[in-house]
């Protein structure tokens, strides 16, 4: 049995409606999980993704701004998700697939343009929401040994996650102190880095290109700012991954591009 998650941050769902249809007829997803949604939950389009053939639906938006949400053709049980960082803005949701597997699906705070906590609250915000998560995980790593976590995470950790890791040493996203503090989140239930299982870390590879670069494809300046993890349970069950570069240049893209992971799971 295999089980398709796909994330993506659509910059606005309601935009991305056709490329949505696209990339599941393409890929034959069985999961979706979207961040900046920029909906409010009355407002979503629930109607056009039942004719797409998901019929659960677990939403946490917002107008105008961030929003995640998960649209699954699997029957799920949505859990509770805590006030990050004391705030409703809308940057997580947790359900349990009827396979067992826990999806977390996450929009981590951009952190505005300033890396410097005491000069920029946006960035404050990013390092405290980074903080509580590591916390939150921590206290449950005995909890459900079989978990995904994806999003846009708004950090690309590696020096082959940037088109110029010397450049982007000072640039909120690419920080020593961010990526220090995603490390932290990442060894709170040894997460696997799918996307890395399968694509080496000696490759660029990226996944977020800005609107600013109308030629994008030509400079490349990439940042591999969305992930998917595993526990390592699910570490085995990791059959095919593909960050879908392609869709970057449809019509009216998001400046994120889809990640897929499919897990191949034991039957029963």
């Not at 994330?7 to 999980?33: F, G, H, M, P, Y």
Request: hydrophobic share 40%; net charge positive.
């Amino acid at each position: 049995m295999t089980v398709r998650i796909a994330t993506w941050n659509v910059n606005s769902v309601r935009l991305r409606l056709d490329a949505i249809a696209e990339l599941v007829k393409q890929w034959n997803i069985d999961v979706l999980c979207f961040q900046e949604t920029k909906v409010i939950n009355d407002a979503f389009p629930i109607k056009a993704f039942r004719r797409l053939g998901f019929d659960h639906c677990a939403l946490n938006g917002q107008k105008s701004y961030n929003g995640v949400a998960i649209l699954s053709r699997r029957a799920f049980e949505r859990r509770a998700e805590p006030a990050w960082c004391g705030k409703r803005d809308c940057r997580h949701l947790w359900v349990t697939l009827d396979v067992g597997i826990d999806v977390h699906n996450f929009y981590v705070p951009a952190g505005g343009d300033v890396p410097d906590p005491d000069l920029n609250d946006k960035f404050a915000h990013k390092l405290q929401f980074l903080e509580e998560m590591t916390d939150w995980f921590g206290k449950r790593r005995r909890r459900n040994p079989k978990s995904v976590l994806v999003g846009d995470l708004n950090i690309a950790p590696h020096e082959n996650d940037v088109w110029s890791h010397k450049q982007l040493l000072k640039v909120v996203s690419h920080t020593p102190v961010e990526v220090e503090a995603l490390t932290r989140l990442y060894r709170t239930r040894d997460w696997v880095d799918a996307v890395r299982h399968f694509v080496p870390h000696s490759e660029k590879l990226y996944s977020w290109w800005s609107y600013r670069s109308p030629r994008w494809q030509d400079s490349d300046r990439g940042r591999r700012l969305d992930h998917i993890w595993t526990t390592p349970a699910l570490k085995p069950h990791l059959s095919r991954l593909e960050v879908l570069r392609d869709v970057r240049g449809w019509e009216r893209p998001s400046d994120h591009v889809p990640i897929v992971v499919e897990l191949t799971l034991p039957k029963g």
